[in-house]
């Protein structure tokens, strides 16, 4: 079965740091694109950060550019975000989700994991 | 950034309604275009993707059209399962983009 699982969620103050960890089964990872997706209470979908399968190529949303880091370890089948300098506004449930497998082009999300709650309060 | 403008932002429907959901882009994105159905605490779930092909499981009543800027998502016969929320999202570039949301509430 092809599954994503993710873990790291927690409470933390603003200004702190978290990383989330993302990991994937029943499927080559290492072939796979990923992706970060959010999404705060009560709110819509907001993408966070791409990231290719051979993590030649990386995006981020400009929201949060120059404070998170995705990276991904394709021995481990685990993708991750380091997330620093956190905000209230980065309150949210963090999705990781898998994309394509062409580097050229971005694709659509196809698998999704259920998410894992990020709360930065004081 | 692409903008995604959905509407309407909800609506009220019955069991067996022919539903249509519509998307536009602000600029064109030819049919680089994605629908997802969310349920409350769960995860987005793909429906279509290029514009109009469903993805693998879903049923046959749920299809999507359009290219360039305007997309629509239709749902022949609402059943008690598509009570949800309905996002689009263009993936023709970075930073990917989504609609606000369409929720279908029971009328």
């Known amino acids: 079965e092809v599954q994503l699982v993710e873990s790291g969620g927690d409470l933390v103050q603003p200004g702190g740091s978290l990383r989330l960890s993302c990991a994937a089964s029943?499927?080559?990872?290492?072939?796979?694109?990923m992706n970060w997706v959010r999404q705060a209470p009560g709110k819509g979908l907001e993408w966070v950060s791409y990231i290719s399968s051979s993590s030649s190529t990386i995006y981020y949303a400009d929201s949060v550019e120059g404070r998170f880091i995705i990276s991904r370890d394709n021995a481990e089948n685990s993708l991750f975000l380091q997330m620093s300098s956190l905000r209230a506004e980065d309150t949210a449930v963090y999705y990781c989700?898998?994309?394509?497998?062409?580097?050229?082009?971005?694709?659509?999300?196809?698998?999704w994991g259920k998410g894992t709650t990020v709360t930065v309060s004081s | 950034a692409i903008r995604m403008t959905q509407s309407p932002s909800s609506f009220s429907a019955s069991t067996g309604d022919r539903v249509t959901i519509t998307c536009r882009a602000s600029q064109g994105i030819s049919s680089y275009l994605a629908w997802y159905q969310q349920k409350p605490g769960k995860a987005p779930k793909l429906l279509i993707y290029a514009a109009s092909t469903l993805q693998s499981g879903v049923p046959s009543r749920f299809s999507g059209s359009g290219s360039g800027t305007d997309f629509t998502l239709t749902i022949s016969c609402l059943q008690s399962e598509d009570f949800a929320t309905y996002y689009c999202?263009?993936?023709?570039?970075?930073?990917?983009?989504f609609g606000g949301g369409t929720k279908v509430e029971v009328k």
């Open positions: 989700a898998r994309g394509g497998t062409t580097v050229t082009t971005p694709s659509r999300q196809d698998v």
């Open positions: 999202q263009q993936y023709y570039s970075y930073p990917l983009t």
């Open positions: 029943g499927f080559t990872f290492s072939t796979y694109s």
